[in-house]
């Protein structure tokens, strides 16, 4: 099996995915210097401006996180979280301080820039699946090769091996609505995948799923990550993060908290 893209992380609906650390999952095609960090944050800060008013979001947040790894970041409603996480997505940019991914600064960059770093080097999965209601699992699938002017033919392929990956080959033709929470959110996995990215960003992924459901969501994140991908993963649940090697704590926009888990669950063996 090894090699074989098309393996899938998930065998079936509600099954445990078994043995999946040698399933075949090719680890992402990037290279860096050993010493280099994935992600290096210095001084980081995020500010708000409402009106005269400058609120503080984030600040003096400087980590490095390695490919490899798999960080859950913690911390009550309002502490940072989301702005850490969009920061890390450049999806935003900070109010001073610095951002190194795979050893390129990625601070001062244009917009245009951003989202092309945003296309090759990560994949965002949110608590709302945040799918497109009008097209096909596949479609969805798709969207992320659109944007990088990939060819139908080789969008089509690509799409269908990231479905089979997460387990729903046979639902590409369905819409979200035809789908259950669970099948959304692998659509959503699914979709992070396509362009084979490095890195993984999830806000809180199992937020509006059942216990089961998020295990087996869960028990597919761990098994990307023993392929290589490294996750960074907002939740409020202490049994979510219990799946990670490393918890950081946030607490009025500073992390108050960065311990390794060393004995990480596995969601599989829950299931
Ligand atoms: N767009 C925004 N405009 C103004 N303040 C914001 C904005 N987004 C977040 N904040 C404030 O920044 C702080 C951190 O928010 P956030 O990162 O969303 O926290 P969390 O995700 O941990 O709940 C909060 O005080 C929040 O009210
Ligand atoms: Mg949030």
């Given at each position: 099996m090894k090699g074989d893209a098309a393996a899938p992380l998930v065998k079936g609906e509600g099954t445990a995915p078994a043995a999946l650390k040698d399933e075949g999952v090719t680890?992402?095609?990037?290279?860096?210097?050993?010493?280099q960090s994935l992600i290096q944050v210095s001084d980081l800060a995020r500010h708000y401006q409402i009106g005269e008013v400058s609120v503080p979001a984030l600040q003096g947040v400087s980590l490095s996180i390695e490919q490899g790894e798999f960080v859950a970041v913690m911390g009550p409603s309002g502490s940072g979280k989301s702005t850490f996480m969009n920061l890390l997505g450049c999806l935003d940019v900070p109010s001073s301080g610095r951002y190194r991914l795979a050893g390129e600064d990625v601070t001062g960059l244009d917009p245009d820039q951003l989202a092309h770093i945003?296309?090759?080097?990560?994949?965002?999965?949110?608590?709302?699946?945040?799918?497109?209601?009008?097209?096909?699992?596949?479609?969805?699938?798709?969207?992320?090769?659109?944007?990088?002017?990939?060819?139908?033919?080789?969008?089509?392929?690509?799409?269908?091996?990231?479905?089979?990956?997460?387990?729903?080959?046979?639902?590409?033709?369905?819409?979200?609505?035809?789908?259950?929470?669970?099948?959304?959110?692998?659509?959503?996995?699914?979709?992070?995948?396509?362009?084979?990215?490095?890195?993984?960003?999830?806000?809180?992924?199992?937020?509006?799923?059942d216990t089961h459901t998020s295990l087996e969501l869960m028990a597919l994140l761990q098994a990307l990550n023993d392929s290589g991908i490294t996750l960074v993963l907002v939740t409020h649940e202490a049994d979510i993060a219990a799946f990670a090697k490393r918890v950081l704590l946030f607490r009025d926009g500073r992390v108050v908290e960065d311990r390794l888990n060393e004995t990480p669950q596995r969601a599989a063996e829950m299931l």
């Open positions: 680890p992402p095609p990037f290279t860096r210097h050993p010493a945003r296309n090759r080097r990560m994949g965002f999965v949110f608590q709302n699946f945040n799918l497109l209601s009008r097209a096909s699992a596949q479609e969805n699938v798709e969207l992320p090769l659109l944007y990088a002017n990939v060819p139908a033919a080789e969008r089509h392929r690509r799409a269908r091996e990231k479905l089979a990956k997460v387990g729903l080959a046979e639902r590409a033709q369905h819409r979200p609505m035809q789908l259950s929470g669970g099948q959304q959110q692998r659509v959503a996995i699914a979709r992070a995948l396509v362009n084979e990215p490095p890195l993984i960003l999830a806000d809180e992924p199992t937020g509006a799923l």
